[in-house]
């Protein structure tokens, strides 16, 4: 039953998520590795098993306290906000009691472990630039340990989960997240007295806070412009000072690298230098995302520049800051490609 409960709710997730991907195609997330680590709080429902012997089996019911919970990953995340990790982790809870074939529930003093390995297939849907909810699903092996006073008793079993989490963007490099996930394991089984097995069914929910951290930075792309054929004849006179910048940045970002700002410095040093009277700045992206997303991503590009030129002592009116999204590139390529010399700003001094 809780299988296919969490089956058909996983079917579930990942059409919504991908209804979710076609209504508002969005990637806040840069791609490659990460690594990840968490912990939290654990509780176990109450549990119904049978004691099975020699004998006709017995019914029992047990209980179980608050326990706790760590877990750490090694995932990789697609630029399509889909993310596939591997997942270890730890749970322990004490045992409350326990009630035999309907009896009174009496205290015991045992606990359970669990030790998991799980694949999660994962989808973050962004909320904001900073703020994305993940929806996923895992399934993988679980190690149940028993301890108690008659017995100590492991096993391993097939298992499941449902995950949804909180994830909020503290660096380019570093997430801090909050998770939530419904786990079962399949029917375990374990020796509790000599000739005696317990089987019980297993659920539980868990609450953790982590970090996520980057493994892979966006790099800044190196750019050549184009060569053309060597002039014959005597060389041209020295250009004057350059008039026109160009401003590379990382997927999906809208920040100004330490390159970036030594491009834009220079800019502001010209035109003060120069009197520019008018400075147009323009915001472009690659066509990875929708063009309405493309769009407000390069007019953000674009105000970035425009702020860090005026915190130079660029008169701000004298700046005109635009984004022209995806419809301008730099080097043509098709639609949803990754394409570093396109995720870029102009500065055009007049």
């Known amino acids: 039953m809780l299988k296919n409960l969490l089956l058909a709710s996983a079917l579930g997730l990942s059409a919504y998520a991908i209804a979710m991907a076609d209504a508002r195609t969005h990637y806040g997330q840069a791609k490659g590795w990460y690594v990840a680590v968490e912990g939290g709080v654990n509780w176990v429902e109450d549990a119904n098993g049978t004691l099975e012997g020699p004998g006709p089996d017995v019914p029992f019911d047990a209980q179980f306290d608050t326990g706790w919970a760590v877990f750490t990953e090694v995932g990789y995340r697609w630029e399509s906000n889909w993310r596939l990790e591997l997942e270890v982790g730890y749970r322990q809870n004490d045992v409350d009691c326990v009630s035999i074939n309907g009896g009174a529930c009496g205290n ?94 297993d659920a539980k929910h868990t609450v953790s806070v982590g970090l996520r951290f980057d493994l892979e930075s966006d790099d800044e792309p190196a750019y050549h412009p184009p060569q053309g054929p060597v002039p014959m004849g005597p060389p041209p006179p020295p250009p004057g000072p350059a008039k026109h910048y160009v401003v590379f940045f990382g997927f999906n970002k809208a920040n100004l690298t330490v390159k970036a700002q030594a491009v834009v410095a220079e800019a502001a040093a010209t035109a003060k230098e120069g009197g520019a009277a008018q400075i147009l700045v323009t915001g472009h992206t690659d066509t990875v995302g929708s063009r309405e997303y493309n769009q407000l991503l390069s007019e953000r590009r674009a105000s970035i520049v425009k702020k860090e030129l005026v915190r130079l002592g660029v008169p701000a009116g004298s700046i005109s800051a635009i984004g022209k999204g995806e419809t301008m590139l730099l080097v043509q390529t098709p639609d949803h490609t990754w394409e570093d010399r396109n995720r870029r700003a102009t500065i055009d001094l007049n």
């Open 108 to 201: 015991i003093d045992a606990d359970i472990s669990q030790f998991t390995q799980m694949f999660n297939l994962i989808y973050d849907i962004p909320l904001d630039d900073n703020v994305t909810l993940s929806l996923g699903a895992g399934l993988g092996a679980d190690s149940v340990t028993v301890d108690g006073p008659f017995c100590k008793d492991s096993t391993w079993v097939m298992a499941g989960q449902l995950i949804a989490g909180l994830n909020i963007k503290l660096t380019d490099d570093i997430d801090l997240f909050v998770n939530y996930r419904y786990f079962i394991a399949d029917d375990p089984h374990v020796d509790v007295a000599p000739f005696v097995e317990a089987g019980f069914d």
